[in-house]
């Protein structure tokens, strides 16, 4: 049942709304004032407020942007005796759902509240994803490497600073990009994800740049490259150690000039980006062979995060097979399994050549193929 507050002075009018909607069968309550009944949204969690204008204490519109600052989904739709067009906009900008006039027509307010209803459901929905994408991409381990890693990420997060993230494979070099963007001024903001060890050299260009229609054999429309997608946004260029040095002199270019040109094309494009990259190569071995620029090197290591590898970081790997026992469950809708110690022990002392990526396939696995405890055996036969 949708739960509703009336915030109202005029004591019939909340009656009068509050017998509509709860035949309608909604859960409603009221307040007499705008103090009233911000403290009461504040402490409950409701769906949808009606809120009049004009009130004593505090009027509709402060109530409106205090509940915007406190990024309660309740959606907010404003009543009022005057009705008039700047109101209704003011209300708008604010952050308002909608704008009533009083006396309300009953069929528009049931319809408004419907809507309202739906649009906090998928408030709740949006926030409740995106915390549970923010616990699967979560960094676990205590071991000093792995916290001085964790540190440099809260520092650099909050600033628009380059990083250039480097790891063997399977490391969590791409956590490590997402939790950056996740915890910066960006995150409302497209994260967009390139991989330029899959992207053959002749078609690199194209992927981060776009390209006009007919710029090439089979470029039969236009389309807009990673740059522009990630516009406003983080744009993460996972392995640029493979990409060719005729993309990277355009890297180059994008990051001094925060312009790029689509492929065929000859205009010039403003983009807005924050750059994150990750490799598992060396660098600076790579631009004594040849092999990558020194300048774009410079560009993107303005801040430099090793992820080391999971057998640098033994200690961690209890805490990381709790974490995958428990999102594979959450996956599966399954109780979640155990791990014997010795099992545990056993993980342990494996190469771990896949590092954290290895390490969560085996633990799906065994969650797969063993009963509700996994025992050694059952590690010795899968892993």
């Known amino acids: ?118 649009r906090s459901k998928l408030v709740q929905e949006t926030k409740t994803l995106k915390k549970r994408i923010y616990k699967l991409n979560e960094i676990v381990g ?9 540190d440099t990420i809260n520092r650099v997060a909050a600033t628009e600073a380059r990083v250039l993230v480097t790891g063997a494979n399977g490391s969590g070099k791409e956590m490590v990009a997402k939790q950056i963007h996740e915890k910066g001024s960006r995150a409302n903001q497209p994260l967009v994800e390139v991989n330029c060890a899959a992207i053959p050299s002749e078609l690199i260009e194209s992927e981060l740049f776009g390209h006009e229609k007919g710029a090439f054999t089979g470029a039969a429309a236009k389309r807009v490259g ?23 002199a355009k890297v180059l270019r994008a990051l001094q000039e925060s312009k790029i040109t689509r492929v065929g094309g000859d205009k010039e494009i403003k983009v807005n980006v924050r750059v994150i990259a990750a490799t598992n190569k060396d660098l600076r071995q790579e631009i ?64 771990w050549t896949g590092n954290v990526r290895e390490l969560r396939n085996v633990i799906e696995r065994l969650v797969i193929m063993c009963g509700d405890e996994i025992m050694l055996d059952d590690v010795k036969a899968y892993a």
């Open 288 to 351: 004594v062979n040849g092999n990558f620029r020194e300048d774009l090197f410079h560009r993107l290591s303005v801040i430099m995060i090793h992820v080391p590898p999971l057998t640098e970081r033994r200690g961690d790997i209890p805490l990381l097979a709790d974490k995958f026992l428990h999102d594979i469950a959450t996956e599966y809708g399954a109780p979640v399994k155990e791990l014997s110690p010795d099992a545990m022990d056993y993980l342990q002392s494996l190469p």
């Open 226 to 248: 990673k740059f522009e997608q990630a516009d406003g946004g983080t744009l993460f260029l996972d392995e640029i150690g493979d990409m060719s040095l005729s993309a990277q």
């Open 1 to 118: 049942m949708a739960k509703l507050i009336i915030v109202d002075d005029e004591k019939p009018i909340r009656a009068a709304l509050r017998d509509i909607l709860e035949y309608e069968g909604y859960d409603v309550d009221e307040a007499k004032d705008g103090e009233e009944g911000l403290d009461m949204i504040m402490r409950t969690s409701y769906d949808v407020a009606l809120c009049d204008i004009r009130m004593p204490k505090l009027n509709g519109l402060e109530l409106l942007m205090k509940v915007s600052e406190a990024e309660k989904s309740t959606q907010i739709i404003m009543i009022s005796a005057y009705g008039n067009v700047e109101n209704a906009v003011e209300a708008t900008k604010r952050g308002a759902f909608d704008f009533i006039t009083k006396p309300p027509d009953l069929n528009r307010l049931l319809i408004t509240v419907r809507n309202a209803i739906e």
């Open 142 to 150: 205590e071991s000093d490497s792995i916290r001085k890693v964790k």
